[in-house]
């Protein structure tokens, strides 16, 4: 995929040459993952070796600018030692980059460090080994990952946490776009996702569609409440082909009520509707039809990176969705928590979809009024928390 540029990166419009980004890391074996990622998403990446004994290395690190073209400007991903040479050098500005994005860099710069206003620069510091300022009090951008080691962004490392990892990535990545000035279009990606899946009643047809826009690179989906989906291509192949397709019953609808896109994800808040009328093996695996009416609040989150989709997470209240087709009562109380007063389990049906699209007043706390938890409801009020 090949980012789209608003406005020039430099003071012309018509160079339409790869955004250049090095990478700088102290080994002589180049990143080779971060290299396709970012080349992947349209940049054109190259490996700078850092050698602490190599005298030449800060002077290329300075005349990385040369092989520009004339209104061209370049960025800079560094990690551990090498990242301190650069945020060093960077206090002097670096000529024609336009940011840096540092990773746990053993030597940080002083919280009131002025580096250059051309230059974005952002820092990802590793809580576990790294004493660092409060980001509230940096003059740059500074991120700090509590439960993580240095190398925590090294696939390679003992010490890779790939949630921090996807965290530190997507960050990085809004840097670079802000810095470079790209715009990359996420929505027709998922769109055709979601029209593949969603709409195409030919079950074989449908997966494959589905996976094509998938990423080669292990892609996954996690539907959250009740476990299903897969890791790879050929498991999510299967999936949708055995699982989910077929489920789709005739009735199955499903309303966006919100899109919110961000750098690398999709999030979609959206009502879905459907009768149990046949098995629907992703919401009520094992489940025989029931023939009752279901509508649920459905949110679903879509990671796009290099033009492919990576990962999928729904989530729902399976609770609610249980209580619909009549496999959950609110008045099967355990009798340890009966003896405790306690009348109703707090789950709601179909009441949650209306008021999302819905929003009135008595729409809302039915389930404290019926606990005796408001003023004026059955008599009492709760008081000071008791």
Same mark, same amino acid.
């Given at each position: 995929m090949t980012p789209s540029q608003n406005g020039s990166s430099g003071f012309l419009s018509f160079n339409s040459h790869p955004p250049r980004i090095w990478l700088t890391a102290p080994s002589n074996h180049s990143p080779e993952r971060a290299l396709l990622d970012w080349r992947d998403e349209g940049y054109e990446a190259s490996y700078l070796p850092y050698d602490p004994n190599d005298p030449h290395y800060l002077q290329s690190l300075k005349n990385l600018h040369q092989s520009l073209k004339l209104g061209e400007t370049y960025a800079i991903?560094?990690?551990?030692?090498a990242a301190s040479v650069v945020l060093k050098a960077a206090l002097k500005p670096m000529a024609r980059c336009c940011a840096i994005v540092a990773f746990y860099p053993p030597v940080l710069p002083s919280p009131k460090a002025k580096f250059s206003s051309q230059t974005r620069m952002q820092i990802h510091v590793a809580g576990l080994s790294q004493v660092s300022p409060p980001s509230e009090l940096c003059e740059f951008?500074?991120?700090?990952?509590e439960t993580c080691a240095m190398g925590f962004a090294n696939p390679s490392a003992k010490s890779y946490s790939a949630v921090e990892a996807n965290l530190a990535n997507s960050r990085a990545l809004a840097c670079m776009r802000k810095a470079f000035k790209l715009d990359v279009e996420l929505e027709p990606i998922v769109d055709a996702a979601h029209a593949a899946k969603y709409h195409d009643e030919i079950p074989e047809r449908a997966s494959m569609a589905v996976v094509?826009?998938?990423?080669? /690179?292990?892609p996954h989906v996690t539907i959250v409440p009740t476990l299903e989906g897969g890791v790879g291509r050929r498991s999510l192949e299967e999936f949708y082909r055995e699982y989910f397709v077929p489920s789709?019953?005739?009735?199955?609808n499903m309303r966006l009520v919100s899109r919110t896109i961000g750098v690398d994800r999709v999030v979609d808040e959206m009502i879905v509707s459907f009768t149990h009328s046949d098995e629907i093996?992703?919401?009520?695996?094992?489940?025989?039809?029931?023939?009752?009416k279901v509508e649920i609040p459905i949110v679903s989150i879509i990671a796009v990176r290099g033009g492919k989709l990576v990962s999928e997470h729904m989530y729902w209240d399976n609770a609610s969705v249980l209580l619909q087709v009549g496999l959950l009562d609110r008045s099967a109380v355990p009798n340890a928590m009966k003896s405790r007063g306690l009348k109703q389990l707090p789950v709601v049906g179909v009441e949650a979809a209306r008021a999302l699209v819905n929003p009135r007043q008595d729409s809302y706390s039915g389930l404290l009024r019926d606990a005796g938890l408001l003023p004026g409801? /059955?008599?009492?009020?709760?008081?000071?928390?008791h």
């Amino acid at each position: 995929m090949t980012p789209s540029q608003n406005g020039s990166s430099g003071f012309l419009s018509f160079n339409s040459h790869p955004p250049r980004i090095w990478l700088t890391a102290p080994s002589n074996h180049s990143p080779e993952r971060a290299l396709l990622d970012w080349r992947d998403e349209g940049y054109e990446a190259s490996y700078l070796p850092y050698d602490p004994n190599d005298p030449h290395y800060l002077q290329s690190l300075k005349n990385l600018h040369q092989s520009l073209k004339l209104g061209e400007t370049y960025a800079i991903v560094c990690y551990g030692d090498a990242a301190s040479v650069v945020l060093k050098a960077a206090l002097k500005p670096m000529a024609r980059c336009c940011a840096i994005v540092a990773f746990y860099p053993p030597v940080l710069p002083s919280p009131k460090a002025k580096f250059s206003s051309q230059t974005r620069m952002q820092i990802h510091v590793a809580g576990l080994s790294q004493v660092s300022p409060p980001s509230e009090l940096c003059e740059f951008q500074l991120y700090r990952y509590e439960t993580c080691a240095m190398g925590f962004a090294n696939p390679s490392a003992k010490s890779y946490s790939a949630v921090e990892a996807n965290l530190a990535n997507s960050r990085a990545l809004a840097c670079m776009r802000k810095a470079f000035k790209l715009d990359v279009e996420l929505e027709p990606i998922v769109d055709a996702a979601h029209a593949a899946k969603y709409h195409d009643e030919i079950p074989e047809r449908a997966s494959m569609a589905v996976v094509t826009t998938m990423s080669q /690179n292990s892609p996954h989906v996690t539907i959250v409440p009740t476990l299903e989906g897969g890791v790879g291509r050929r498991s999510l192949e299967e999936f949708y082909r055995e699982y989910f397709v077929p489920s789709l019953v005739e009735d199955f609808n499903m309303r966006l009520v919100s899109r919110t896109i961000g750098v690398d994800r999709v999030v979609d808040e959206m009502i879905v509707s459907f009768t149990h009328s046949d098995e629907i093996d992703w919401i009520l695996p094992g489940v025989p039809p029931t023939n009752k009416k279901v509508e649920i609040p459905i949110v679903s989150i879509i990671a796009v990176r290099g033009g492919k989709l990576v990962s999928e997470h729904m989530y729902w209240d399976n609770a609610s969705v249980l209580l619909q087709v009549g496999l959950l009562d609110r008045s099967a109380v355990p009798n340890a928590m009966k003896s405790r007063g306690l009348k109703q389990l707090p789950v709601v049906g179909v009441e949650a979809a209306r008021a999302l699209v819905n929003p009135r007043q008595d729409s809302y706390s039915g389930l404290l009024r019926d606990a005796g938890l408001l003023p004026g409801a /059955n008599g009492t009020a709760k008081q000071n928390g008791h």
